[in-house]
């Protein structure tokens, strides 16, 4: 079953706003990953935060992560049109000789010009 | 540097007629997975292989097979396609915490 749950599952903005998406877990986990999909095309990884972390930036992304709560935010900042895409959260686990990625089931992102 | 290519891009199945999806990469990955992703349900693991030589079973493995005889093919078998199976399919691979993933390959079984 899937371990991630985006929030909202589809979202709408103008060119230059900042674009928040939710993702709550269920499980313990070792990192949080986000991964963009563009139409018809295969995901691409954005960004990792760590179990031990509780913020990370890279370029106009900034991924949160509490752990209590089993949820983490990612805030694109300055949206612009190229940015429209799905976006998934996928939890990170280490197991008995296997490591898994579970996704959630994304958020879709407009970007209006 | 290709990374991960997959063939066929898509196909068109009469159910119960046997299917082969091919992936392919070429980044010396240990750890090949394939999975399926469908319009409200998000990306479901199918069967993984940790290593060549080894395969196992992820969330959704009924009605599909798969084999690694070398490190850089993961090929994913329908042995009797049914339409529930109609989907977009993604071979993945990945180097510690990271994933990437293959350009999917669109199946319609009718």
């Known amino acids: 079953s899937q371990q991630g749950e985006e929030d909202p599952q589809a979202l709408s903005i103008q060119e230059g706003e900042n674009a928040t998406m939710n993702c709550s877990y269920k499980?313990?986990?070792?990192?949080l990953q986000w991964y963009r999909q563009n139409s018809g095309r295969g995901l691409v990884h954005l960004i990792l935060?760590?179990?031990?972390?509780r913020e990370k930036h890279s370029g106009r992304l900034r991924v949160t992560l509490d752990t209590s709560k089993k949820s983490s935010s990612l805030l694109i900042t300055a949206s612009r049109a190229a940015d429209t895409a799905s976006y998934f959260c996928?939890?990170?686990?280490?197991?008995?000789?296997?490591?898994?990625?579970?996704f959630g089931k994304g958020t879709k992102l407009s970007v209006i010009p | 540097i290709a990374g991960i290519t997959q063939a066929p891009t898509s196909q068109i199945l009469a159910a119960g007629r046997r299917m082969t999806l091919r992936c392919t990469q070429d980044?010396?990955?240990?750890?090949m997975y394939w999975y399926r992703q469908d319009l409200g349900l998000g990306l479901r693991l199918i069967h993984y292989?940790?290593?060549?030589?080894?395969?196992g079973k992820g969330e959704v493995p009924d009605g599909y097979s798969v084999s690694r005889a070398n490190t850089d093919d993961f090929p994913l078998t329908l042995a009797s396609a049914v339409p529930s199976q109609t989907s977009v399919y993604f071979c993945?691979?990945?180097?510690?915490?990271?994933?990437?993933f293959g350009p999917g390959t669109r199946l319609t079984v009718l």
């Open positions: 993945a691979s990945s180097v510690e915490v990271r994933w990437f």
């Open positions: 499980t313990s986990i070792n990192n």
């Open positions: 935060i760590r179990s031990n972390e």
């Open positions: 996928a939890t990170f686990k280490a197991g008995a000789g296997s490591y898994q990625l579970t």
């Open positions: 980044m010396r990955h240990n750890a």
């Open positions: 292989s940790n290593t060549a030589g080894t395969t």
